[in-house]
């Protein structure tokens, strides 16, 4: 280790902050950043178009394993499925390793801003969200390799916005393999997938559902909204035991706001079977999306043509969506925030912005959410 704390491996040791802090040799900053389930590796995403890979030793040394241009512009965002069944990195018999490229449609040949996996068991699905406001729902075309995706549902949830504008779309699947359990009481699929994609100041929830012959469909619940002029990121906490939904959302004005998403009902937990608890579906309001100024063109003006009153006869569950802030918790200096996650058992939550330190937040025995650690690197 040299005078400056640096090892052989370029990895600088600050235990007495607990941090550790690496060389990563991106040519640019470093946008992107992404641990696999394990903690034992490390991708990040940087200006300069590359992709680097890091594995994580059991001495707590960091060692670059790959690195290649994955994009032809700024890596934005980067994520590690879940996918225990699945081997994203295969290794070859000379040794080297070879990353399966996970090849998505270009639509209209706009750039993807944010986009989120998620996994249950032998099945995997990822959203994508474009800079213009295309969502898109996907699932592997061959499991097996995970080399080939389809489309199996696209919609404009805040109608198809156009260049000029900074709506800052993100997107949050819930991680768990049902969603919570008084949704479920309340008619909801307990194979629905749950989504939450935000723009600007406000959030909407959509549960995709897969009727009896066919593929998953999005259908818009409710709209959320928060004080705060722009939303920089949202995280739908995992956990399906707890009787509400819960989501966290950064925003731009210094606070972490904490929304309470219920599904009212008056069925007791264990007298009416989830299969015949089904009603008829909520009515989209997507149509009127879109206007005048920001009309969708070539694919996009199909896609917005579609109508949705298809799905709402398919005989897809009905369940009211009912919301409320329940936090609303500010960094000291009030900077902006920028990224919040929620640990994997949804207890405890993580923010961070401007100021490069780590806030830690849970919820005490009278259920108001407190900050139990500050931290950062000096």
Same mark, same amino acid.
């Given at each position: 280790?040299?005078?400056?704390?640096?090892?052989?491996?370029?990895?600088?040791?600050?235990?007495?902050?607990?941090?550790?802090?690496?060389?990563?040799?991106?040519?640019?900053?470093?946008?992107?950043?992404?641990?696999?389930?394990?903690?034992?590796?490390?991708?990040?995403?940087?200006a300069?178009?590359?992709?680097?890979?890091?594995?994580?030793?059991?001495?707590?040394?960091?060692?670059?394993?790959?690195?290649?241009?994955g994009?032809?512009?700024?890596?934005?965002?980067?994520?590690?499925?879940?996918?225990?069944?699945?081997?994203?990195?295969?290794?070859?018999?000379?040794?080297?390793?070879?990353?399966?490229?996970?090849?998505?449609?270009?639509?209209?040949?706009?750039?993807?801003?944010?986009?989120?996996?998620?996994?249950?068991?032998?099945?995997?699905?990822?959203?994508?969200?474009?800079?213009?406001?295309?969502?898109?729902?996907?699932?592997?075309?061959?499991?097996e390799?995970?080399?080939?995706?389809?489309?199996?549902?696209?919609?404009?949830?805040?109608?198809?916005?156009?260049?000029?504008?900074?709506?800052?779309?993100?997107?949050?699947?819930?991680?768990?393999?049902?969603?919570?359990?008084?949704?479920?009481?309340?008619?909801?699929?307990?194979?629905?997938?749950s989504?939450?994609?935000?723009?600007?100041?406000?959030?909407?929830?959509?549960?995709?559902?897969?009727?009896?012959?066919?593929?998953?469909?999005?259908?818009?619940?409710?709209?959320?909204?928060?004080?705060?002029?722009?939303?920089?990121?949202?995280s739908?906490?995992?956990?399906?035991?707890?009787?509400?939904?819960?989501?966290?959302?950064?925003?731009?004005?210094?606070?972490?706001?904490?929304?309470e998403?219920?599904?009212?009902?008056?069925?007791?937990?264990?007298?009416?079977?989830? /299969?015949? =608890?089904?009603?008829? *579906? $909520?009515?989209?309001? +997507?149509e009127n999306?879109?206007?005048s100024?920001? &009309?969708?063109? #070539?694919?996009?003006?199909?896609?917005?043509?579609?109508?949705?009153?298809?799905?709402?006869?398919?005989?897809?569950?009905?369940v009211?969506?009912?919301?409320?802030?329940?936090?609303?918790? /500010?960094? =000291?200096?009030?900077? *902006? $925030?920028?990224?919040? +996650?929620?640990?994997h058992?949804?207890?405890?939550? &993580?923010?961070? #912005?401007?100021?490069?330190?780590?806030?830690?937040?849970?919820?005490?025995?009278?259920?108001?959410?407190?900050?139990?650690?500050?931290?950062?690197?000096?």
């Amino acid at each position: 280790m040299d005078a400056n704390g640096f090892n052989q491996h370029g990895l600088r040791h600050n235990y007495e902050h607990g941090f550790r802090n690496f060389d990563h040799g991106a040519a640019d900053v470093v946008l992107a950043v992404a641990f696999n389930s394990s903690g034992t590796r490390i991708a990040l995403g940087s200006a300069d178009h590359k992709i680097r890979v890091y594995d994580v030793e059991e001495d707590e040394t960091s060692t670059l394993v790959d690195q290649w241009r994955g994009h032809d512009a700024e890596v934005m965002d980067a994520s590690f499925p879940d996918l225990p069944e699945f081997s994203i990195l295969r290794q070859l018999s000379q040794g080297q390793m070879d990353w399966i490229d996970l090849r998505t449609c270009i639509c209209n040949h706009v750039a993807y801003i944010s986009f989120d996996f998620k996994t249950i068991k032998h099945e995997v699905w990822l959203v994508l969200i474009t800079r213009d406001g295309l969502l898109s729902l996907l699932e592997p075309s061959e499991p097996e390799s995970l080399s080939v995706w389809k489309e199996i549902d696209t919609m404009y949830p805040f109608g198809q916005h156009s260049r000029g504008t900074e709506p800052r779309f993100t997107v949050s699947l819930h991680q768990s393999e049902r969603p919570c359990y008084n949704a479920v009481i309340a008619g909801l699929d307990p194979k629905a997938l749950s989504l939450a994609v935000s723009a600007m100041n406000l959030i909407k929830i959509f549960r995709a559902v897969k009727p009896d012959e066919g593929s998953y469909q999005f259908h818009e619940m409710v709209e959320l909204a928060t004080d705060a002029p722009m939303i920089n990121d949202i995280s739908w906490a995992p956990g399906c035991i707890r009787p509400c939904d819960l989501i966290a959302v950064a925003c731009d004005d210094g606070s972490v706001c904490i929304f309470e998403v219920n599904t009212p009902h008056t069925a007791e937990p264990l007298s009416v079977p989830v /299969s015949e =608890s089904r009603i008829p *579906a $909520v009515t989209s309001t +997507r149509e009127n999306t879109t206007n005048s100024q920001n &009309a969708p063109s #070539g694919i996009g003006a199909g896609l917005a043509g579609v109508s949705r009153a298809a799905r709402d006869v398919a005989g897809i569950t009905k369940v009211s969506h009912e919301w409320k802030k329940v936090a609303v918790l /500010s960094h =000291s200096d009030n900077s *902006a $925030v920028w990224k919040v +996650r929620w640990v994997h058992d949804g207890s405890a939550l &993580a923010s961070t #912005g401007d100021t490069g330190k780590l806030h830690l937040w849970k919820q005490n025995l009278a259920g108001q959410f407190i900050e139990f650690a500050e931290t950062g690197p000096e």
